[in-house]
């Protein structure tokens, strides 16, 4: 479930696939709440993580991720890998578009994520699989600060071991601050600096984690299997210190500075703040601790240095206190890259020529020796309390993360072109690559000729939104007749067929295969189309309509006559079997008999239209054999109440020639022997004779039973049958 920035709607979804988007409304006071629910999206396997942003909705499922423009109905599957298995994704809005874009980012197999922008274009893939192999960060608990003084000088140790790298599936995924991921599994929470492609931390104190959700600046909620809540903050080694001792906790901060000499020692040629870690000097003094005040005396000098060199140049005023800054931010990125160059393990960027926002900015802060603060544990047995405890921080989430006048429209292509009417510039497609889905850049339908400054028509943009249409209906797996009735509405059915076909070559050039172009502009038509005004069309319309209907009811599991291949045991389903009865019906009635069996020949499963036709004329010996081919007890009910004595007799014979193997052709009446005959509970004895005796007398049925009696099985009629013949008298 994931609630919007509003407040007033909320995302969920299911385990069958489905998204819905439920709408709240209070009235009379907040006594009563008014909610709708709507349907979004049908996708085929469990849904896994649901994000939003302005527009935007950001879908990810077992099998694939599906970014949705709400605005425009639009859908698309990002990336064209599938995947199997509980991967989350996420929005990561930046609030500064021009040297940070926002991002999206779609968890992978193998500690991977995709970096997506807002068109759903792969950029690159990080790898952290090898960064991993590291050790995992202390979980520092303000109740337990002896105890970890007094193991501070082993925690060094855990470098020496050897850390194997770690495969892992991030299930769900979340932003934490400007520049960080939070993700976790039952046994580790992690968190990475995507700006820079690094592992930040990641730790393994807690006992398998149930769930974990990022509330306010930078705290993390992280609820275990145990019943147990905890808050964990994330601090600088720097902004953790200068806490400790506003708190007067000195001896906490010394062994803190003891832990990361090296990093105070930097910071505090850099950081002017840091004096007040003088007070941790006195501090060690007045207690006698010379060995610890020994090991800290490179940081102390490290201040007393920048202070000395602050005093000589406090007299340069603004601008010196500009070209100090400048100089601090240089020097940080080189202190960084030593760092970098010196660990044997690294973060391995796929890709990355198509990015350009890996590069450091000047003065940019980072987590470095990030330190987590675990500020309260609630106590155990609270899992019915869960989302409670959760409800007022959620309020607080990405709230005003971007101004107004930076926000980027997402698709903001689509909206230009209809406004400006700009050209449609498609991209070629390349042999290895992918159809690509429905958005601006990649299912463009002309080629711009800046020599002739041909614009594009209104058949074109008629094309395209079109195009858009369809690839959004299958994504959703919903029917969009109602979002282009409008434009086939304008074209009369010859205008209306070309247009199809345009489109379905507009599809072949974008990577569909041609029978599937066919088949999906052959559904929006057939989806839109009256089958009524059939009957009025012209002959090419109604021949374009014929050959669709085929194509998309044709099938090759089909039993055929011997004698003239005509179908005799076929699949009856049928899709837009409306419209296949009143192509049947107008050919039959124009006595066009040849394009009705050519049909039929294609697709059987209008056999029950014909059997009525035949009923009409009275022609039986058509009828019969018809009804036990198509194999459904409801045709057979329907027809049966016009069936004479005579009928019934007659079909009895067709049916024990249907046990024995033996089909008639309804074409040339020719008999053919076949195997596995009973398919279907309709073939059974019980079947058929239930359906009689509805419009046959007992006495009648009786004697036709005992007619047959040696081609019927001693155990195929049950007793019931028997006992509502002697009810019925």
């Known amino acids: ?62 099998t694939k991720c599906i970014l949705c423009n709400t605005e425009y109905e639009e859908y698309k599957q990002i990336g064209n890998k599938p995947r199997d298995g509980a991967y989350g994704a996420c929005f990561f809005i930046s609030s500064n578009e021009a040297q940070q874009p926002s991002r999206i980012y779609c968890a992978r197999p193998g500690s991977r994520f995709w970096e997506v922008d807002f068109e759903g274009d792969v950029l690159q893939t990080h790898q952290f699989k090898f960064a991993l192999a590291c050790p995992p960060s202390k979980i520092h608990k303000d109740s337990d600060n002896e105890n970890d003084n007094m193991c501070g000088d082993n925690e060094g140790n855990d470098e020496m071991l050897d850390y194997q790298p770690q495969n892992l599936q991030f299930g769900r995924i979340q932003r934490l601050r400007q520049d960080f991921l939070v993700s976790f599994t039952e046994l580790g929470l992690y968190v990475f600096d995507m700006r820079n492609s690094s592992v930040a931390l990641w730790c393994n104190q807690f006992e398998r984690i149930v769930d974990c959700r990022v509330v306010g600046n930078g705290e993390i909620v992280v609820f275990t299997q145990t019943g147990s809540l905890y808050s964990v903050q994330m601090h600088t080694l720097q902004s953790r210190a200068s806490a400790l001792v506003r708190q007067n906790k000195f001896l906490d901060c010394a062994w803190l500075m003891r832990r990361n000499v090296k990093y105070f020692a930097d910071k505090a040629r850099e950081d002017y703040e840091l004096g007040l870690l003088n007070q941790i000097k006195d501090f060690l003094m007045d207690r006698h ?93 609270i899992i019915k309390y869960k989302f409670n405890i959760f409800a007022e921080e959620q309020q607080k989430l990405v709230r005003d993360l971007i101004p107004a006048n930076e926000r980027s429209l997402p698709f903001k292509d689509i909206k230009a072109i209809y406004e400006n009417d700009e050209e449609i510039v498609c991209r070629t497609r390349k042999a290895h690559s992918s159809p690509s889905p429905s958005t601006s850049q990649s299912c463009r339908n002309r080629v711009k000729n800046t ?39 304008e074209y009369s059915a010859p205008e209306l067929i070309s247009l199809l076909e345009k489109l379905s070559r507009v599809m072949v050039e974008h990577g569909d295969d041609p029978e599937q172009a066919q088949r999906h502009c052959y559904e929006m038509y057939f989806h839109y189309l009256n ?45 837009f079997h409306e419209l296949g009865s009143v192509l049947l019906r107008y050919y039959w009635s124009r006595n066009e008999q040849v394009k009705c069996f050519d049909v039929l020949t294609r697709v059987p499963a209008l056999f029950d239209i014909l059997a009525k036709l035949y009923l009409a004329e009275y022609n039986m010996d058509k009828v019969l054999p018809i009804i036990l081919n198509y194999g459904q007890p409801d045709l057979l009910i329907d027809m049966g109440k016009s069936f004479t004595l005579n009928a019934w007799a007659k079909c009895f014979e067709h049916f ?74």
């Open 1 to 62: 479930m994931h609630w919007t920035q509003d407040e007033k709607q909320f995302y969920y979804g299911d385990s069958k696939g489905q998204v819905n988007l439920v709408l709240l409304s209070t009235f009379i006071g907040t006594t009563l709440i008014n909610m709708s629910i709507h349907p979004i999206l049908f996708l085929e396997s469990p849904i896994v993580q649901i994000d939003d942003f302005e527009s935007l909705l950001l879908v990810s499922n077992c």
């Open 289 to 381: 601790q010379y060995e610890l005040l020994n090991d800290l005396s490179v940081i102390f000098d490290a201040i007393a240095q920048c202070e000395n060199s602050g005093d000589n140049n406090s007299s340069g005023g603004s601008s010196t206190a500009a070209d100090r800054s400048c100089s601090l931010g240089a020097s940080a990125i080189p202190c960084q890259r030593s760092t970098e160059e010196s660990s044997p393990q690294g973060v391995y960027v796929l890709e990355n020529a198509f990015c350009d926002n890996l590069k450091s900015q000047k003065g940019e802060k980072h987590f470095k020796d990030a330190l987590l603060t675990v500020t309260g544990k609630f106590g155990k047995n």
């Open 451 to 489: 020599g002739t400054g041909q614009h594009i028509t209104a058949e074109e943009k008629t094309i395209y939104n079109l195009y858009l249409i369809c690839k959004s209906s299958k994504f959703s797996n919903t029917n969009f007749v109602e979002r282009y009735r409008s434009l086939f509405d």
């Open 531 to 575: 089958p009524e005004l059939i009957w009025e069309m012209d002959d090419a319309s109604r021949d374009y309509i014929t050959q669709g209907f085929v194509l998309l009811n044709s099938s090759d599991d089909i039993v055929r006559c011997d004698n003239c291949m005509f179908p005799l045991r076929f699949d009856n389903s049928c899709v």
């Open 656 to 729: 024990v020639d249907l046990h024995r193997g033996r089909l008639t052709c309804i074409n040339c009446e020719c008999i053919t022997t076949v195997e596995n005959v009973n398919r279907h509970f309709f073939y059974t004895w019980n079947c058929f004779l239930g359906i009689a005796l509805e419009y046959m007398e007992a006495d009648e049925i009786l004697s036709l039973i005992f007619r047959w009696s040696n081609s019927i099985p001693s155990d195929a009629i049950d007793r019931e049958f028997y006992s509502r013949c002697l009810l019925k008298g």
